[in-house]
């Protein structure tokens, strides 16, 4: 859950919370307490009415609004009920302070549940891990806030603090974040001149930003990498020999404002000299230690030679495989080879 869904799922709590102040103006206390908890009920119906389910966070804010509410109507104080904000931004707080500062997996656990995704690579994780801390400070700023307001603030300023200031926080952090990101290109250029800039990409292979090979690699950034291969008309493999194993023609990184199929045929033309290669095709993607491999195959004509390849039957490397004489990407990329081939 990001920002932006904790900041909607937080929406409808507020509404009985003004609800209450309007409320309490004309009838009192505990007329106020009932009419919100009233509309507090409405609101989790049409959410179940509209999606069919219920959130248990918006189970627990509704628990929570409840007990509240009698708790004040009973003691006649009014006090119980406004802590409700602060309550279940505080157990929020707790849990982004537990999630950010320990070596816990327990949202990436929540998260993958969620996502479906079983495992998060070093960007994603470097990624979560900061806004998790910013997340931790804004909520807490706020539930302080909201507990400063609840003992010594007017109702008005407390429905505003617990509401409208929220948001207001939230805009105030996009906002920043985005005049950051922008300063931060500025300061990558001034700090690594003409260093190479490397695509950023996301888990699905999306270009989502661009950066200095020195902080993609420090970050553990996504980075796109390509492994290329030989086959011939008949399915046989050329794999390249280096030193005493045998594999891919190519393990190139990508670069800024390079097209991969682009550059590879720049690649096969100077070996190939255009005559021999047939087409061209992307087999297969992966991640692997912050690199995101599209795995090619280039169909080429039998009439090529050359002493720097051997050719090889899929079935004699089916039966070798596990030996050392494959490089370790080609050892990895050989089931994705046999599925299509």
């Known amino acids: ?25 004309f009838w009192g206390l505990k007329t106020a307490l009932i009419v919100s908890v009233v509309v507090g009920l409405i609101e989790l119906s049409i959410t179940y009415l509209k999606e069919k389910r219920i959130d248990s966070f918006v189970l627990v804010d509704m628990a929570l609004l409840i007990l509240l509410s009698v708790f004040s109507a009973i003691l006649d104080n009014p006090v119980y009920f406004k802590l409700k ?47 998790l801390k910013i997340m931790f400070y804004i909520f807490l700023l706020h539930t ?10 007017s109702k008005e300023a407390w429905v505003f603090i617990s509401g409208g200031l929220f948001y207001i926080i939230f805009i105030v952090y996009f906002i920043g974040s985005f005049l950051w990101k922008k300063l931060e290109i500025v300061i990558w250029r001034l700090t690594y001149g003409k260093e190479e800039w490397l695509p950023v990409l996301d888990s699905l292979g999306r270009v989502i930003a661009s950066a200095p090979k020195t902080v993609c690699v420090k ?32 393990d190139t990184q990508i670069t800024n404002n390079v097209n991969m199929e682009e550059l590879i045929m720049n690649e096969l033309k100077t070996l190939l000299h255009g005559e021999f290669m047939l087409n061209l095709s992307c087999i297969d993607t992966y ?14 004509n039998n009439r090529f030679t050359s002493k720097n390849f051997e050719v090889w039957k899929l079935k004699r490397i089916k039966e070798q495989i596990h030996k050392d004489i494959f490089s370790t990407n080609f050892q990895r990329d050989f089931s994705s080879i046999l599925k299509i081939y």
């Open 287 to 300: 991640i692997e230690d912050e690199k995101f491999i599209y795995v090619f195959i280039a169909k080429i």
């Open 85 to 131: 904000p602060a309550v279940l931004e505080g157990i929020i707080t707790i849990f982004l302070a537990y999630s950010a500062f320990s070596s816990s997996d327990i949202l990436m656990t929540l998260l993958g549940r969620y996502t479906g995704k079983k495992e998060f690579n070093a960007q994603e994780k470097f990624i979560l891990s900061k806004q």
């Open 219 to 250: 970050r553990g950034y996504l980075t796109p990498r390509i492994h290329l291969y030989l086959m011939d008309n008949e399915n046989k493999l050329l794999l390249k020999k280096n030193n005493s194993l045998v594999g891919e023609l190519s």
């Open 1 to 25: 859950m990001n920002l932006k869904e904790i900041m909607k799922t937080l929406a409808p709590g507020f509404l009985p919370l003004i609800i209450f102040i309007l409320a309490d103006s």
């Open 144 to 153: 302080l806030l909201i507990l400063y307001s609840v003992f010594f603030m």
